[in-house]
């Protein structure tokens, strides 16, 4: 499972694979050895039980519900047990363990940490693709979630590719017409755009150029002014 630790400490009496409390001395020395690699200290949770998969749900319910009332720190506390409990309850590709990954991407991005949310983002696409099939909705959300990441970062080119994915899997699957299908054809049409406008001295590969004048144009010039009046004048006089 993915070294995720940092959830609920065990509390009161140490508890057995039956969930009663574990007996001492010689009694304790018969019972069966850990059959789980999970360390139940890590999580507080025996992933055995057959609870371990709502809880592991209700953990992520109550995380998403932090997230929302900008309660971060906890949010991630929660989050972390969902991971590894989803992870070795349902298996590493399953929806419940993609599902989690991506929730834990939106967390990241939320808290401006892009890179990170880029990983997790990408560690969810691949699970769904698995798991769910290429042509679904949850895939569609972690293609969206990753080309929003990657416009955040300036890789305008490859934010492209991935939200065009995510536009056309969502408009096979509910239609044209998707409020979220119109909204993001709206800001690839954006980037398309501003891909076109290249500008070197933006993109840091040349300097902008000022065309400067030598002290001898000032001079012509005053010159060409002097000569100018002199003209006028002499027209103006010929006249009166």
Sequence with gaps: GRNLTGGFPV???????????TPSGSDQAGDDSDDSNVCLDDIGVDIRGWLAGAIGSSMLT????????KDHRVARMYLRSAICIREEVFGSVST????????????????????????????ALHVREKASGHAHESTAASCIAMGEVLVSLGHGEDANIY????????????????????????KWGKLMAASMQYDPVKQGEALPHFSRRSPESFLHGFAHREETRGQSAAASAATT
């Design 62 to 69: 109550l995380a998403i519900v932090y997230m929302e009332i």
């Design 163 to 186: 939200l065009l994915r995510g536009i056309n899997i969502r408009e096979s699957l509910l239609g044209p017409k998707d409020a979220v299908v119109k909204g993001l054809k709206d």
């Design 11 to 21: 509390q009161g009496e140490p508890k057995n694979k039956t969930g009663a409390a």
């Design 96 to 123: 419940e363990h993609g599902e989690a990954l991506h929730v834990y991407g939106v967390l990241n991005q939320k808290q401006d940490q892009l890179v990170i949310a880029l990983r997790y983002f990408r560690d």
